[in-house]
C-alpha cells in the first residue's frame, strides 16, 4: 500500500486566496484525520471522520476552514480566504477503527505558506 | 478531557548512551490507548507503538522499549544505545473510546543524538 497521500506537498499563497489540499487514506481504513502542526501550538486535531461522515470538527479555526470526504478515498479540507496564520504544515490521517482505536498512519503532510 | 504531557522539550545524549523520554497522560476513560510517534527531520509522523490500558506488560522492540505505568499515569520511551539515526522529535498520545477516537498528543520531545 502506498499509505496515505496528500498533496500538493508545498503550497505558496497569496493572503486571501483559497488554499485546498488534498488527501487519500489507506484503502479500507474507515477513519481519517486532518492535522495542523505548528510550532506554537504543535498538532492540533481540526476535525474527523468516521465512514464518510463529519464526527467532530471543534478543532477547525473559525469558518474559513472547511473540510469534505465525498467517498471513502478522498478528503479535502479548504481554507478560503486564507491568511498568514494559517502557514503551518497540514497532515492527514487514516486508521481502521474498529473493535477500538487503532494506530492512526499519517501521510507526509503538506506545507502551507500563505504571504 | 484528555491531556498528555511531555514535560521534557529537549534532550541531547552522546551517541551509545540510553535515554528515556517521559509521557504523563490525564483521563477520565478506564479504556484508553496510548501511542508513541517519532517525527525525524524530514517531517513525517512514524507511528511506533500502540498500548491499551488493559495491558500493562512492558514491551521490547530492538533498541526500543516502553513502560506503562497506570499508577502513576505514565507511558515512558526508552531508548538503549542511542544513534544519531533516533535524532527527532518524539510525540506520545492518547486516544478513548469516550473521547470520541481522537489522537491528543502531547507537546513532544526533542532528541538529539550526537556522536
Known amino acids: 500500500d502506498a499509505g496515505v497521500i496528500q498533496s500538493p506537498r508545498h503550497e505558496v499563497t497569496e493572503m486571501g486566496q483559497e488554499v485546498t489540499l488534498r488527501c487519500k487514506p489507506i484503502?479500507?481504513?474507515?477513519?481519517l484525520f486532518w492535522y495542523r502542526q505548528t510550532m506554537m501550538r504543535g498538532l492540533e486535531l481540526l476535525i474527523y471522520?468516521?465512514?464518510?461522515?463529519?464526527?467532530?470538527d471543534s478543532g477547525m479555526p473559525e469558518d474559513r476552514f472547511s473540510a469534505k470526504m465525498p467517498n471513502a478515498s478522498f478528503s479535502t479540507l479548504k481554507i478560503q480566504p486564507s491568511e498568514p496564520r494559517d502557514s503551518a504544515v497540514y497532515f492527514c490521517?487514516?486508521?481502521?477503527?474498529?473493535?477500538?482505536?487503532?494506530?492512526?498512519?499519517f501521510g507526509q503532510g503538506t506545507r502551507l505558506t500563505v504571504v | 478531557a484528555q491531556k498528555v504531557t511531555q514535560a521534557q522539550t529537549e534532550i541531547s545524549v552522546v551517541e551509545k548512551e540510553d535515554v528515556t523520554l517521559d509521557c504523563v497522560y490525564e483521563t477520565r476513560d478506564t479504556t484508553y490507548y496510548l501511542f508513541w510517534y517519532k517525527q525525524p527531520p524530514s517531517g513525517e509522523l512514524v507511528f511506533l507503538i500502540r498500548r491499551n490500558s488493559f495491558d500493562e506488560q512492558n514491551e521490547i522492540s530492538g533498541r526500543y522499549s516502553w513502560n506503562f505505568q497506570k499508577s502513576t499515569s505514565s507511558f515512558n520511551f526508552t531508548i538503549t544505545a542511542s544513534q544519531v539515526v533516533d535524532s527527532a522529535v518524539y510525540f506520545c498520545a492518547l486516544t478513548s473510546t469516550g473521547g470520541g477516537n481522537k489522537l491528543t498528543f502531547g507537546t513532544g520531545t526533542q532528541l538529539k543524538v550526537e556522536l
Open positions: 490521517a487514516s486508521s481502521a477503527q474498529d473493535r477500538g482505536p487503532t494506530e492512526a498512519f
Open positions: 484503502s479500507g481504513h474507515n477513519s
Open positions: 471522520f468516521n465512514n464518510n461522515v463529519p464526527i467532530d
